[in-house]
């Protein structure tokens, strides 16, 4: 949507027609929504002040963007354009996946820049791990 690939690299978004503009919003909403959960009516339960405690959101939100933008130092402009980034599970994807890339770039074998948001997150494990543990043929990245 942004014009330069999805990662926060590239070039502004601008839209220029109506269609566009409807077209870029309801992509973000439905972002944010699979961001934070799988379920429309769930989304709006949790933002619901009566049953729940926008806080609590508040507080998954940030732990998350706090990692990225200070443990992987990802810039801020990312997350507006990769809202998925809040949904993934700090646990079993965000951390494990940006300790490999941790690694792989302490001995050097991806250089200096961490790889775009996308490429760390948002590929299958499969595809995770053969395009970054397998291919090093690294115990420790492994385990």
Same mark, same amino acid.
């Given at each position: 949507?942004?014009?330069?690939?999805?990662?926060?690299?590239?070039?502004?978004?601008?839209?220029?027609?109506?269609?566009?503009?409807?077209?870029?919003?309801?992509?973000?909403?439905?972002?944010?929504?699979?961001?934070?959960?799988?379920?429309?009516?769930?989304?709006?339960?949790?933002?619901?002040?009566?049953?729940?405690?926008?806080?609590?959101?508040?507080?998954?939100?940030?732990?998350?963007?706090?990692? +990225? %933008?200070?443990?992987?130092?990802?810039?801020?402009?990312?997350? @507006?354009?990769? /809202?998925?980034? =809040?949904? *993934?599970?700090? #646990?079993?994807?965000?951390?494990?996946?940006?300790?490999?890339?941790? +690694? %792989?770039?302490?001995?050097?074998?991806?250089?200096?820049?961490? @790889?775009?948001? /996308?490429?760390? =997150?948002? *590929?299958?494990? #499969?595809?995770?791990?053969?395009?970054?543990?397998?291919?090093?043929?690294?115990?420790?990245?492994?385990?």
């Amino acid at each position: 949507m942004d014009g330069g690939g999805g990662d926060g690299g590239g070039a502004a978004y601008n839209p220029h027609t109506v269609e566009e503009v409807y077209r870029d919003f309801k992509g973000r909403r439905n972002g944010m929504i699979k961001a934070l959960t799988t379920d429309v009516q769930e989304f709006y339960r949790l933002c619901d002040t009566g049953e729940c405690y926008p806080s609590e959101i508040c507080l998954l939100v940030k732990e998350k963007i706090e990692f +990225a %933008l200070n443990q992987m130092n990802w810039p801020l402009k990312v997350v @507006p354009l990769f /809202p998925q980034l =809040l949904g *993934y599970s700090m #646990e079993k994807r965000i951390v494990p996946r940006c300790n490999v890339i941790k +690694a %792989l770039i302490a001995k050097g074998l991806l250089g200096s820049e961490s @790889p775009s948001i /996308p490429c760390v =997150l948002a *590929y299958t494990n #499969e595809a995770f791990l053969k395009r970054y543990v397998m291919k090093h043929d690294d115990k420790q990245l492994v385990t």
